[in-house]
C-alpha cells in the first residue's frame, strides 16, 4: 500500500490571534469594557493633567476658532449678498432742482412701466433723517443751513428681469429722463460683492487647511510626550503580550478627548464673538432694510465642527502612534 | 516545552554572543541559566519572550518555530510565557491588583473572570488582602511576589525569571525560589537565570551553564 505522506505547506503558526477566555458574551464585554477602559482612563489622565491639558487645549481652540470663526463671517456676509441679489433694484438719484411734487408725478409714470414692480419715492426729509441716524454725523448735518441731499426714487423692477441687457436698457432710459441726475444698479456693487466673497471663501478655505494641519501636529506632538511619559506602561504591556491596538486605543482615545474638548472651546469662542458681534451687526444690516439676521453656528455646523476636531485629534495621534511605537521595543 | 536547537546569536559589530547552543526543557521541569555577566543569559531569554530574534538555529516553543512568528503574533506567543524581571517591572502608578490583572485585561477577559484569578494568584503567592496597595509601599520582597502574582495569574505552560532575587536577601531568595517549585509541581516548566550559584546549588534541579555564549553544561 502507498502511503502518501503529506507535506505540511505554508502553514499559519497556531498562535491564537483572538480574544481568548470566557464564552462569547463574555468575550463582547470585555471588549466592550476594554474601550469604556480606555475612554475614561484616557480622560481621567487629560483631568489629571489639569494645567498643560488646559494649555494645549486652548491652543487648540483658537487655532479651530479662527476657522471657523471666519468660515461664520463668510457665511454672514453671503446671506447678505444673497439677500441683495434677490433685488435688482435701481436707484434714481434726481437733479437738486426737482421738487418732491414733481419727483412723485414723475414716480407715477414710472409706474406705469409694465417692467416695474415697485416704485418707491425717498424725499430730502427722509433721506436726511436716515443719514443723521446711521452716519455718525449727526450733528454736522444739523450745522448745515440747507439739505444738501436729493431726493431719491428707488425702483425695483419685476423679478422675471432676470435679463441683464433689458436692465441695461431700462438704466439707459432712467438715465436720459431730465429729472435724474444720476442713476445706478445695485446689481453692480452686488456683483463686486460676490467676487469679493468668493475670493473670500477661498481664502478660508485654505487658511482652514493650514490650521487644521496645525490642529494634527499639535495633536500629534502631545501623544508624543504623552507616549513618551508612558515609556515604561507600554514597554510592560508589551512584555505581557498587549496587541499593538491594545497599546494604541487609550492614545487615541486621548486624541479624541484633545480634539473633542478643543471643539467644544472654540465654538464657545465662536459664539461668543458672535454675539458681541450681533449688535453692530444687526444696526448695520438695518441699513439695508432686508430682514437679514446674524447668523451663528447651527446644528450642523456645530456637529460638523465637533467631528471635524475630534478626528484630526484621533488622526493626530494616530500618525504618531504609526510611526513612533515601533521604536518603542522592550529591552 | 522549550528546545533550542543550535541556536547562534551575533549582534552587528559584537560577534557571536550564543553560539550553538542546543537544549530542551520538557513540560513541568525546572532549570537553572546560569553563568558569568555577558555569558548570554539575558540574550537567550530575550529569543524565549521573542524580544530579539536569532540569527542561525531554530527556537522551538511548544512545537512552533518563534523565528517564522509574524509580528502580530507575537502578543500571543508572550501571552503563553510567564516572564519575571530582576526589577520586578511594575506599573507604580497602579494597584497591586491593577498589576496582577493587567496580562488578564490585555487578553479580554471579562470583569469576573480576571477578579477571581487575580484574588486566586495574589493567593497562590501569599499576597492577598493587598490588592488595594500600591508597589511602592511594598517591600523588595512582596514587589516580586506581584510580579510573580502577574507572571502566573494567565496560567502559562511557561514561566521564564531574570534574576528575580538578584535584589534580595538570602532568606527571601529561598522563599522566592520555594514558589517557584510550587508552580513547577503543578506542570509549569520554568527556566531562572541565576548567577546565585549558592543558591542553585541547594535545590536539586538541572542547571544550564552559559560561557562566553556556549553552553558548558547542562
Keep these: ?44 489622565r487629560l483631568v489629571a493633567s489639569r494645567f498643560s491639558s488646559a ?33 435688482n433694484q435701481i436707484s434714481l438719484f434726481l437733479k437738486d432742482e426737482i421738487s418732491e411734487a414733481r ?79 444720476f ?73 479624541f478627548w484633545i480634539g473633542f474638548f478643543s471643539g467644544v472651546a472654540a465654538w464657545f469662542i465662536v459664539t461668543t464673538i458672535m454675539l458681541i458681534l450681533k449688535q453692530p451687526i444687526e444696526r448695520l444690516s438695518g441699513l439695508y432694510d432686508d430682514g437679514f439676521h446674524v447668523l451663528f453656528l447651527g446644528f450642523t455646523e456645530t456637529l460638523a465642527l465637533l467631528v471635524i476636531s475630534s478626528v484630526l485629534g484621533v488622526v493626530g495621534s494616530w500618525i504618531v502612534l504609526h510611526f513612533q511605537l515601533r521604536q518603542l521595543k522592550p529591552e | ?20 547552543v542546543s537544549f530542551h526543557l520538557e513540560r513541568g521541569e525546572m532549570a537553572f541559566l546560569t553563568g558569568h555577566s555577558g555569558a548570554g543569559k539575558s540574550t537567550l531569554l530575550k529569543l ?42 511594575l506599573l507604580q502608578d497602579r494597584t497591586v491588583f491593577d498589576n496582577v490583572a493587567l496580562p488578564l485585561v ?33 517591600s523588595g520582597g512582596e514587589q516580586q511576589r506581584v510580579g510573580i502574582a502577574r507572571a502566573v495569574v494567565n496560567k502559562p505552560p511557561l514561566i521564564v525569571a531574570d534574576e528575580p532575587t538578584g535584589n534580595l536577601d538570602p532568606e527571601l531568595s529561598a522563599e522566592i525560589m520555594h514558589l517557584f517549585e510550587q508552580f513547577q509541581q503543578v506542570g509549569v516548566t520554568i527556566l531562572i537565570a541565576s548567577h546565585d550559584i549558592s543558591l542553585i546549588a541547594q535545590m536539586n534541579h538541572r542547571i544550564l551553564k552559559l560561557d562566553h555564549g556556549q553552553l558548558v553544561a547542562s
Excluded at chain 1, 56 to 85: D, M, P
Excluded at chain 1, 161 to 171: C, F, G, Q
Design chain 2, 106 to 138: 490585555i487578553a479580554g477577559y471579562g470583569h469576573h473572570e480576571v477578579s477571581r484569578r487575580v484574588r486566586a494568584s495574589l493567593d497562590k503567592v501569599g499576597l492577598l488582602g493587598k490588592e488595594k496597595k500600591y508597589p511602592l509601599v511594598l
Design chain 1, 55 to 87: 494649555m494645549t487645549i486652548t491652543v487648540l481652540a483658537i487655532a479651530i476658532s479662527l476657522a471657523s470663526g471666519f468660515y461664520i463671517l463668510v457665511a454672514n456676509l453671503q446671506q447678505l449678498a444673497g439677500n441683495l441679489e434677490a433685488s
Design chain 1, 183 to 255: 442713476a445706478q444698479m445695485d446689481m453692480q456693487w452686488v456683483k463686486r460683492l460676490q467676487s469679493i466673497m468668493d475670493v473670500a471663501r477661498c481664502g478660508v478655505t485654505i487658511l482652514s487647511l493650514l490650521l487644521g494641519a496645525g490642529v494634527l501636529f499639535i495633536t500629534a506632538n502631545t501623544i508624543r510626550l504623552e507616549l513618551h511619559n508612558r515609556r515604561d506602561e507600554v514597554v510592560i504591556a508589551k512584555l505581557v503580550g498587549a496587541t499593538n491596538s491594545f497599546i494604541h486605543r487609550p492614545f487615541l482615545y486621548g486624541g
Design chain 2, 48 to 89: 524565549i519572550a521573542v524580544i530579539e530574534r536569532c540569527t542561525r538555529g531554530r527556537v522551538l516553543l511548544d512545537g512552533e518555530n518563534l523565528n517564522q512568528a509574524k509580528d502580530r503574533q507575537v502578543p500571543y506567543i508572550r501571552r503563553k510565557v510567564g516572564l519575571i524581571f530582576q526589577d520586578y517591572k
Design chain 1, 103 to 181: 419727483a412723485n408725478k414723475f414716480a407715477n409714470t414710472i409706474r406705469q412701466n409694465p417692467d416695474i414692480q415697485d416704485v418707491k419715492v425717498i424725499t430730502k426729509e427722509q433721506a436726511l433723517a436716515e443719514f443723521q441716524t446711521y452716519s455718525g454725523f449727526g450733528d454736522a448735518v444739523k450745522a448745515l443751513e440747507k439739505n444738501p441731499l436729493p431726493v431719491v426714487i428707488q425702483v425695483l423692477p419685476k423679478n422675471s428681469l432676470k435679463n441683464e441687457l433689458v436692465l441695461e436698457t431700462l438704466l439707459d432710459d432712467f438715465k436720459r429722463s431730465t429729472e435724474v441726475d
Design chain 1, 1 to 44: 500500500m502507498k502511503q502518501v505522506n503529506k507535506k505540511p505547506g505554508k502553514q499559519e503558526p497556531r498562535w491564537q490571534t483572538k480574544i481568548s477566555g470566557g464564552n462569547f458574551v463574555d468575550k463582547f464585554h470585555a471588549y466592550r469594557n476594554l474601550h469604556a477602559h480606555a475612554l475614561f482612563s484616557s480622560l481621567g
Design chain 2, 1 to 20: 516545552m522549550l528546545k533550542f536547537d543550535n541556536v547562534s546569536m551575533r549582534y552587528p559589530g559584537a560577534g557571536d554572543v550564543l553560539r550553538n
